[in-house]
């Protein structure tokens, strides 16, 4: 199975600054998801990166995970969270994943 992270860089990108609450970003997030109609997870992590210019940038960043998601799909949903977010570009990751499921019954 393929396994792609979407990572969007919550400052805005010309201000550099957070500018709504998380949880906003997280609902807009989820409405992407939906009107693509694909499964998927999400994590929100802190980190920090440097810039062309060598300045220095912590931030909150919003993790998405798709399983299986076709290339196509993938990259209309990290254009609309890049336009939506007010990003300079995000980032997406893909590695093979080995998943299954366990279902167990008393």
Do not use: P, W
């Not at 990259?75 to 994943?97: G, R, Y």
């Amino acid at each position: 199975m393929n396994e792609t992270k979407i990572y969007v860089g919550l400052n805005d990108s010309e201000s550099m600054k957070q500018e709504h609450e998380t949880e906003k970003y997280v609902k807009i997030l989820k409405n992407v998801c939906y009107n693509y109609h694909v499964a998927f997870s999400f994590s929100v992590v802190q980190g920090g990166y440097f810039h062309e210019d060598g300045e220095y940038t912590q931030e909150t960043t919003l993790v998405l995970t798709l399983i299986d998601t076709d290339n196509e799909t993938v990259n209309e949903i990290a254009k609309d969270l890049c336009v939506f977010f007010h990003q300079e570009s995000v980032m997406i990751t893909e590695s093979n994943v080995r998943a299954y499921f366990i279902n167990e019954r008393l």
